[in-house]
């Protein structure tokens, strides 16, 4: 299984500033027949299920801010959230789909500084 | 609107069983492949299986493999994932979630989860 790594676990930012994610895969997660990336950044506030933000690595989804974006290829990503809102508090995890068997980073906790 | 409801979980013993039934609205069922994804409490996520719309293409993760079987009723619009041989470590919420494009893709919506606790 394709084994996906974030970093940091964990990460304080002050409201109104930027905060940066980063996910690395065991391998790549290109497919070069269609040129995409089969890569997920979900967000999950606490007590409630996951929602997807972004797919394709840079693709946001419908009625996702802007705030939000997606970058990378191969086997390093990044989620970036500009100017951060005190409804962005909450785990974020990226996902593989590049194989049957989807795998998921181990979680980054955005916070309050 | 998009629905998905999950039920079923509940409090079993190690080594029993349970079904776990998740309702669906507002979209083709039929045409889409779901998943099972479940998340231990205070731990991330973790894949347990999917099947395609038209229940002819399955695969599971190997922590669940040979205990756990996948099923879906199109005419019903729900999906079901029957446990076996139920340890403490299968204890999480039990998500399902549909795949936003086929045949393989993210996932686009989730039900709101059904709690398993597996303990005596």
């Known amino acids: 299984d394709i084994v996906m790594t974030q970093s940091p676990d964990s990460l304080a930012v002050s409201l109104g500033e930027r905060a940066t994610i980063s996910c690395k895969s065991s391998q790549s997660v290109f497919y070069s027949s269609n040129a995409k990336d089969y890569l997920a950044w979900y967000q999950q506030r606490p007590g409630h299920p996951p929602k997807l933000l972004i797919h394709?690595?840079?693709m946001r989804e419908p009625g996702v801010p802007d705030r939000f974006s997606g970058s990378g290829s191969g086997t390093d990503f990044t989620l970036t959230i500009t100017t951060l809102q005190a409804e962005d508090v909450a785990v974020y995890y990226c996902q593989q789909y590049s194989s049957s068997r989807p795998t998921f980073g181990q979680g980054t906790k955005v916070e309050l500084k | 609107e998009v629905q998905m409801v999950e039920s079923g979980g509940a409090l079993v013993q190690p080594g029993g069983s349970l079904r776990l039934s998740c309702a669906t609205s507002g979209f083709t069922f039929r045409k889409y492949t779901m998943d099972w994804v479940r998340q231990a409490p205070g731990k991330g996520l973790e894949w347990v299986s999917y099947i395609s719309g038209d229940g002819t293409s399955i695969e599971y993760a190997d922590s669940v493999k040979g205990r756990f079987t996948i099923s879906r009723d199109n005419a019903e619009n729900s999906l079901f994932l029957e446990m076996n041989s139920l340890r403490a470590e299968d204890t999480a919420v039990y998500y399902c979630?549909?795949?936003?494009?086929?045949?393989?893709?993210?996932?686009?919506?989730w039900g709101q989860g059904t709690l398993v606790t597996v303990s005596s």
């Open positions: 979630a549909r795949v936003k494009t086929v045949p393989i893709g993210s996932f686009d919506f």
């Open positions: 394709w690595a840079s």
